[in-house]
């Protein structure tokens, strides 16, 4: 970093510790307000604390932590240090919590859910998501106190190729479910002659069971766009686009206000910290629809053309958007380049599995008693995720069906718990990670109407452009529906296989090219379910 800008930095963290050290020695209450528990009241009880606090408290906004089965969360941390966790919190409960918050800290609300929160984090691994739900999401100055912009500090006092190494060194690999390593492509775009040349962040996130990314961008945005800026700096592009689900209104609002509030610091625009550097930063809304998460059908769509693929060559950093070089990465991807660069290469790479170095967020739901966003090292296994973070089944319950990876992967049988998450695929039948949903589901629930469920959405979400998803995806479904209904044959299920490994075979775009997944895999481990269905007649 030159000198003018190690000096810009160093006034704006005075300036941020400056007006944190005005708040000394009040009680702070961080309410988490994040997609999962708006819908549980957060944003209003976060408004009624905020209006009853006396002079000696205050509220910051933050995203949620991940244990969203204990929303609304409001963690009250009074001026010796000490910190009240309150969950579930409902509106008739704010009074005590103000009126605790103002004589010293209280006593916690549901305090049996606070004890399964600290199970739920027990035994996770927090490198992205540090600081999650603590951190205010909202004002930058808590996050630059945390240690916020000090990765972007670090790259800028360095070679932009000393980055590229540093993230190389590390082993990250995209977090979006192809786990290409963000390395190569950031050099890729580097060593492209042509300009202007794009950053593309892939918010997209529109498949069922995957809610990460949200997280991410509601709970730790300047975190975020610190890796936008670092990976900016390090592949030498001038422009930086967040392409946000066009449903996700709040991840979409917390990313502009980071952005406004950068650029205000002079951290985004023409002269990032008087270094000479520019970058600009931008957050694109989605078409809507699941295929967007097709990085060229992405491309096309922030273009102003149909919501469909292009042929897959040439690769985007050699001409991607608007035919410039072009890196597109997951925001989980970008969200750890900053972790990477403050602590360290080998801190990142010191957890994983073989080749698969450092955590990964996943969506954990269906049939566990603690629902939420984890970050587990890769190599961590399904049984782990189920049971020692999310607690496994209801009493009485027992898991029959392990969905993992969304509509683009499959299912598998119970006894493939032991499965340790990998890039790539967990099982020949075409299960695999993807960008990282895993969803357990118990006995209540039929694996052939799970299958059809996934199928039928591969359907609805196909584009149309290639004959084998348009025709082929409904035609999966109409042979689930034959089976499922009792009027199906053997032929039915041989019908399936074909559909299947044609659709997989010849499709043009990732969605069409694993649309066959759920049934290829639900045939493997549940074949017998097939035949039982077509013997009984649907009986």
Known sequence: MSEKAAQSFARIAASARERLDARAGKTRIAVQVGHCSQAVGAAEVARDIEAGLPDTAYVVTTGCDGACFAGPQALVTTADGDQIRHCRVTLDDVASIVA??????????????????????????????????????????????????????????????DVIETVSDSGLRGRGGAYFPAAIKWRGARSNPGRPKYL?????????????????????????????????????????????????????????????????????????????????????????????????????????????????????????????????????????????????????????????????????????????????????TLRELIHDVGGGPESGRSITTLAVGGPSSGVMSADMIDTPIMPGSLHDSGVMLGAGGVVPLDERLDVLDVVRDLAAYNADESCGKCTPCREGTPLQVAALDRVISGS????????????????????????????????????????????????????
């Open 200 to 380: 593309v962040v892939n918010c997209e996130e529109g498949e069922p069971g995957i809610f990460k990314d949200r997280h991410l961008m509601e709970g730790l945005p300047f975190q975020l766009l610190e890796g936008c800026l670092i990976a900016a700096y390090a592949a030498g592009l001038d422009q930086v686009y967040l392409y946000i689900n066009a449903e996700a209104n709040l991840s979409a609002q917390r990313v502009q206000n980071a952005i406004d509030q950068a650029r205000a610091l002079g951290l985004v625009g023409g002269d990032v910290l008087g270094s000479g550097w520019a970058v600009e930063a931008e957050v694109r809304r989605g078409a809507g629809g699941y295929v967007c998460g097709d990085e060229t059908t992405m491309l096309n769509t922030m273009e102003g053309k149909r919501r469909e693929p292009r042929m897959k060559d040439p690769l985007p950093v050699i001409a991607g958007l608007w035919a410039r070089p072009t890196v597109i990465n997951n925001a989980e991807t970008i969200a750890s380049t900053p972790y990477i660069l403050s602590a360290g290469s080998d801190a990142y790479s010191a957890v994983g599995s073989g080749d698969a170095r450092g955590t990964k967020l996943i969506s954990l739901s269906g049939s566990v008693r603690r629902p939420g966003m984890v970050e587990a090292p890769m190599g961590t």
């Open 100 to 161: 605790g918050a103002a004589n010293g800290g209280g006593e916690p609300v549901n305090p049996d859910v606070g004890a399964q929160v600290e199970e739920f984090f027990a035994p996770q691994h927090r490198a992205t998501t540090r600081g999650m739900g603590e951190v205010d999401a909202v004002g930058v100055d808590e996050y630059i106190g945390e240690g916020g912009f000090e990765g972007l500090a670090k790259a800028l006092s360095g070679a932009p190729e």
């Open 488 to 539: 199906g044959t053997s032929e039915d299920m041989e019908e399936l296989k074909h559909l299947a490994n044609v659709i997989n075979a010849a499709s043009l775009c990732n969605l069409g090219q694993l649309a066959g997944n759920p049934v290829l895999s639900a045939l493997h481990f549940f074949g017998d379910a097939f035949e039982n269905r077509i013997e009984s007649g649907g009986g």
